[in-house]
Structures are given as structure tokens and as C-alpha cells.
DNA sequence: TTAGAAGTTGAGGGAAGCCTCAATTTCTTG
DNA sequence: CAAGAAATTGAGGCTTCCCTCAACTTCTAA
């Protein structure tokens, strides 16, 4: 802790007044157009030439580093709050309710929880935290019986994928239609219903493997 | 029938040679990196001059109808073999199967029914009338009292968006999860374990608008 | 065999993004 | 209120991909 670079001079009081121009427009345009918007945009937005964007975050994964960690703290609190419910099943519905909300009112974040770019540590950690409670979540909702046995957290990932996508096709023209989407899958994740598995979960190699992918998609 | 443009003189023997070579690059290339893909790659895989390529197909599109239809007649073989099972959930279980393995082993068909890209009008007849007999499969195994009956035709494009991302992202390192992946969502469709949904289906209007959106994506 | 139609070629112009840097402006501090 | 440090600016170079077209080559058929 506090290892944060120390200023050695503050910013000048135009810089950071045009960078925290830039942080508000960037999360306004990551948001409605996913990570991969163009920067010039961002700029625009921000009413500020595109050398002051690079001097301030001179890389797109700085603007990343500098928004997405905060975002994904809200993982921590859905995971939290599904815990504290007494009820398991309704803890671990209410987990995945609420990370697709979040998905869905925030193009970026649905980009960056599906892993369609390259992240940063930083931001990695913060993902990797935001689900380590939710393994608790998981495992309560299993050992009361109500979650199939055979579900794992890395299982988690194809859920993640597969909403983002509908998400990301749906929002804005059918902004509920992932709510029907995830019911037909929760009644597919209930202990009473699961019939036996042809496919092992994946791998944590094979995760990582896709994860480190450098070109996203194919 | 017989409305094809009947050629005044038949093609030139190396012109016929260089758009065959052209067809067999692109599905290829489409195959591998989806429907995106650059032009140029397919050209210097067909080891022909871009201009060449333009000259024979002077859009994306023209690639795709030359491509698409032909591949999606898979579909309707598939939901036919579906319709031939005895058991109706067999037939329903088994037709998703195919659609996705279907979509698994082409990236291009992947996006096509993704609607990644829009398509001509010829390629969405194609692709409707792949899904002309899956509707019967889909009521037949509602009527059989297997699949939930809530369950609607206008569902399927939520599934094809789901297991579309699930199959690109996890392909290349675990070819075989999106079965594992189908198999909790199959639990789901099952009318035995259905609970009631608190989202209807899209309207037909919705599909339409989220079809003919131009742009992908957001 | 050869004229002319048919087909091919690839340099090059255009658009969208990325990123840099020399010149300029603005802020701060003595 | 300077002087100099800090910050901003935007034209422009780079890349990738799109697409065109005038010059060239190849094929066909008389």
C-alpha cells in the first residue's frame, strides 16, 4: 500500500481538469460502445485535442486500468449481498442476476467480463477478486442441493460468454430478453432437473490458454 | 426457375479456373476468421490479383451468396433428421446439436446465424428456410409434452446468440465445451423442471429490428 | 495465325484508426 | 508580472483494409 507513483509536482490544474474530462468521457463511450471504441471519440467527447488523451493515458489499456477496477467492485457486492440472502439457490440466482445486469448497462464492462480484449493485470485482479466470494456463493447454493452437483466455477465463464452475447444483441431493442434467457438456463442449473453430463468441465489451463489469447474471437 | 442470368458467352476457361479458386479460398478463409475476414486474404490465397477477386465478386456480399445458401441447406437436412426420430425430445435435443456443431466447425456460419454482419436477401431465405421445418420439430416436441411449453420459436435466436459465443471463444482451446454448455440449457427446456418465466418472448417486430439493424453488435 | 474480346494486374487513392512531436499556449511560482 | 515549466494542439505519418482503373496479358474463334 501506498506504493502509488508519488507526484512529485501535482497536476497543473487545466490537466486535471481535461483528465478527469477525458475519464468521464471515456467511460460514457466504453460504455455505450464497448472497449474497442475509438479513442478519437473519446477525445471528442471530452472536448479535448487526441495528443492530450495520449499524454494523459497513453495507452487504451490505461484508460482500463483506470476505469474498469471500480466497475468490477461491484462483483464483490452482488457476490456479498447473495451471500448474506438465507436462501442459496436465491443467493446464487441473484449472483448471476445482478452480474448480468451489470453486463448489460455497460457495453464495456459486458466486453471486458467476456474477455473480448487483452486486460491488463490490474484489471485482471480486480475481475479475479470480484469472483473469488462467488466460489462461496457457488458452493453454498451446491451443498444445500439446490445447485446441480455437477456445476463448477468454471463453468462460470461459458454462462458469461453466452449472455454476454445475448446481451449485446438484445439490449437494444429487447432490454428484458436476457432475464428469459437466464431463466431457461437456471432451470437447467437446479439439482432435481440435471441429468448427467457428456463433457467434463473445462480445464484451468484451457481457461487461462483462452484467456491470454491475444486475438480476441477466432 | 431457370431465372439465372443466362451468360451471352460462357466464361473464359482461366476465368472459370481463377472463381473457382476464389470460391474455394473464401470458404476457407470465411471458415477460419468468420465472415469479416479481409478480401485481400482470400485473394492471395486463391494466389489471384485483388482486382481479380473484385472483378468476379464485386462485394462481400457476392461471396456470400455464392457461399452461404449451400451451407445452410445443412440446416434443413438437420431438422429433417430430427423430424425423422421417433422420440420428439431426441429429435429437438438432436437438431440444436447439429445446428451448433453446425456453427462449431465454420466460423462463417457462426456469424451468418449470429447475424454478426447483415446479409442479402438471398442468404435470410436460405437461412428462414432452414428453419422452416425447425419449427415443427420445436412444436412437435412441445406436443409431446418433452419441452416446456412455454418455450417459443422466437426463443432460438437467443440460443443461437449464446451458443455462438460460446463456441468462438472456447473452440479453438476446448472444441468440445459448448456441448457441456448446451447440456445445462437443454435441462432447462425440459417441460418437467420448467418454472414459469417472468419475461415473454421477443415479438416478431423486435427480432426484426435487432435483424435489420446495420450495424453489429451495439 | 492473329485480331479483338475477355480477363488480369497491381499501383494507388480513400477512409478509419493509431500514435507522435515540434510548435504553441497556459499555468504557476518567485 | 515575467520566466520557465507544464500542458495542449493538430497536422501528419503509419497501418490496414477497401475499392478502382488504365495498362497489360491471355484466350478464343474465324
Redesign the interface.
Known amino acids: 500500500m501506498a506504493l502509488q507513483a508519488r507526484p512529485a509536482r501535482p497536476l497543473r490544474a487545466d490537466a486535471v481538469r481535461n483528465r478527469d474530462r477525458l475519464l468521464a468521457a471515456a467511460k460514457q463511450v466504453f460504455g455505450?460502445?464497448?472497449l474497442d471504441a475509438p479513442l478519437e471519440e473519446i477525445a471528442r467527447r471530452a472536448e479535448v485535442s487526441i495528443g492530450t488523451l495520449y499524454n494523459h493515458f497513453p495507452t487504451r489499456e490505461a484508460f482500463f486500468d483506470a476505469i474498469l477496477p471500480e466497475r468490477l467492485a461491484a462483483l464483490e457486492r452482488i457476490a456479498a449481498a447473495a451471500m448474506a440472502d438465507p436462501d442459496p439457490w436465491r443467493g446464487f440466482t441473484g449472483f448471476l442476476e445482478g452480474l448480468f445486469a451489470l453486463q448489460a448497462e455497460d457495453?464495456g464492462l459486458n466486453d471486458a467480463m467476456?474477455?473480448r480484449l487483452p486486460l491488463s493485470e490490474g484489471v485482471l485482479a480486480s475481475c479475479h477478486q470480484g469472483f473469488e466470494l462467488a466460489g462461496q456463493v457457488v458452493e453454498r447454493a451446491k451443498e444445500s442441493g439446490t445447485l446441480r452437483a455437477d456445476?463448477e466455477m468454471r463453468?462460470l465463464?461459458?454462462?458469461v460468454?453466452?449472455?454476454?452475447?445475448?446481451i449485446?444483441?438484445?439490449?437494444?431493442?429487447?432490454p428484458?430478453?436476457w432475464?428469459?434467457?437466464l431463466?431457461?438456463?437456471?432451470?437447467?442449473?437446479?439439482a432435481?432437473?440435471?441429468?448427467p453430463?457428456?463433457?467434463?468441465?473445462?480445464?484451468d489451463e484451457?481457461l487461462d490458454?483462452?484467456r491470454l489469447?491475444t486475438t480476441p474471437?477466432?
Chains 1, 2 share one sequence.
Open positions: 455505450e460502445r464497448g457495453q467476456a474477455r456445476f463453468d465463464p461459458l454462462l460468454w453466452a449472455m454476454s452475447q445475448v449485446r444483441e438484445s439490449m437494444g431493442v429487447a428484458q430478453a432475464r428469459r434467457c431463466s431457461f438456463f437456471l432451470d437447467g442449473l437446479r432435481e432437473t440435471a441429468r453430463l457428456s463433457v467434463p468441465a473445462m480445464a484451457q490458454a483462452i489469447r474471437g477466432s
